[in-house]
C-alpha cells in the first residue's frame, strides 16, 4: 500500500474509532519492541517480513516508542524512556523537537515530527522514516493532509513527494496513551537503501501535514560526512551532526570518543521554497557515548538548505 492510502486510513473516522476503542480500552497497544498486531492490521499494513537471523530494524528495548536505531540519532537512551530523568518520557521530548536535558518548554499542543534512522544490512543499510505524533488527550487528530518529501540542491532546490515510497517496504505503526500526556503515535516506514540516497545528499526528509485544520512541516537534514550519513539534530546550543547508523561511530578509528559536532548556523538568504543557512561555528563538545567526526570544524562556512527554514529542523 502507499502513503496515500494510508493517509486516507489515518484521517477515516473508523481508524480514529478502532485506535480511540484500544486506547479507551486501556490495554497496553505498544508492546515491547515489537509492532501492535491488532493496528497493523486494522491499518491494513505490511508487517515486515524479517528471518529469524535478521535483527529487527525497529526493536525498542526501553518500550517508549522510540526504536533503539533511532534514539541513537535523537540523542536519547534506548534503555531508559526518561533519559533525562525530568518526568517526561523521552517520545513526548523528542516529537516536541527538544533534545535531552534541554532547558525550553513547549506548549502543551499537538505536535508532529519526522526522523530518518538507518540499519546496516551487510555493506549497505536500510533508510527508515519515522513519523512521530503527539495528540492531547484521548483522540487521534484528523489528518486531512500528509505529504513526505525529500528536498534537495542548493542552488535550486527540487522538491520531491516520497509517498510512494512510503509502503513499498515494512511499515511499523505503534500506539499508547497517558493520561498526563495524550496520545503517541509513531510510524515508521523503510523508504530507501542508503547507497540510493546518497547521490541526493544533503537533503531534507520530512513531511507537510494538515491536521485539524493547522499546517505542520517537519523534517531532518541529512548530509555525507567522514563516509558516513550524518543528521543535523537540534539541541539547546546548536545542531549536533549525528550518524544515522546507529552506535556505528563506536568502531570507526574517525571519530573520537565522548563528544559529538556541534554546530550554530544562521539564515543568510530565503526564498518561497525554504531558507538557506549557514555554519558559522563548528567544535567537539562533551557528550558520553556519542562520537565527534575530525572533520567537524570544517563544517564552518557549510550551507545548509531547510525547506520552509530552520522551523523544519527545531519545530518552531
Ligand atoms: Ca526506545
Ligand atoms: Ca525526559
Not at 6 to 23: D, E, F, P
Not at 50 to 66: C, K, M, Q, T
Not at 258 to 277: I, P, Q
Request: hydrophobic fraction near 40%.
Amino acid at each position: 500500500m502507499n502513503l496515500r492510502s494510508l493517509t486516507a486510513l489515518l484521517a477515516s473516522a473508523s481508524i480514529a474509532g478502532v485506535v480511540g476503542n484500544v486506547l479507551t480500552q486501556g490495554s497496553p497497544v505498544g508492546t515491547k519492541g515489537g509492532r501492535d498486531a491488532s493496528l497493523v492490521r486494522a491499518f491494513g499494513l505490511v508487517p515486515d517480513q524479517l528471518r529469524a537471523d535478521d535483527p529487527d530494524p525497529l526493536v525498542d528495548s526501553d518500550g517508549d516508542l522510540l526504536p533503539d536505531q533511532l534514539e541513537w540519532v535523537t540523542l536519547t537512551d534506548p534503555r531508559v524512556s526518561d533519559t533525562d530523568q525530568n518526568g517526561k518520557d523521552d517520545f513526548l521530548q523528542t516529537v516536541q523537537h527538544l533534545s535531552p536535558g534541554s532547558t525550553k518548554n513547549r506548549p502543551d499542543q499537538d505536535e508532529v515530527r519526522v526522523l530518518v534512522s538507518s540499519v546496516k544490512v551487510g555493506n549497505d543499510a536500510d533508510v527508515y522514516v519515522h513519523m512521530l505524533f503527539r495528540f492531547l488527550g484521548n483522540r487521534v487528530g484528523n489528518v486531512q493532509q500528509m505529504t513526505p518529501f525529500i528536498t534537495f540542491g542548493t542552488a535550486q532546490p527540487i522538491n520531491v513527494p516520497i509517498m510512494e515510497l512510503i509502503g513499498s517496504g515494512p511499515v511499523a505503526v505503534r500506539t499508547s496513551y497517558s493520561q498526563a500526556h495524550g496520545t503517541f503515535i509513531a510510524i515508521s516506514a523503510r523508504i530507501s537503501r542508503a547507497s540510493d540516497l546518497a547521490p541526493l545528499l544533503p537533503a531534507t526528509i520530512g513531511a507537510e501535514a494538515i491536521i485539524d485544520g493547522k499546517d505542520y512541516t517537519s523534517g531532518t537534514y541529512l548530509a555525507q560526512t567522514d563516509g558516513l550519513q550524518v543528521a543535523l539534530v537540534p539541541i539547546d546550543a546548536g545542531f549536533v551532526a549525528q550518524p544515522i547508523v546507529g552506535g556505528d561511530g563506536q568502531n570507526n578509528p574517525f571519530w573520537n570518543a565522548n563528544s559529538v559536532c556541534v554546530m550554530k548556523m544562521t539564515v543568510v538568504g530565503s526564498g518561497l521554497s525554504g531558507m538557506l543557512c549557514e555554519v558559522d561555528s563548528a567544535q567537539c563538545e562533551v557528550a558520553n557515548g556519542l562520537r565527534c567526526a575530525p572533520s567537524c570544524r570544517s563544517s564552518i562556512g557549510r550551507l545548509v538548505f531547510v525547506p520552509d527554514g530552520l522551523s523544519t529542523l527545531t519545530g518552531g
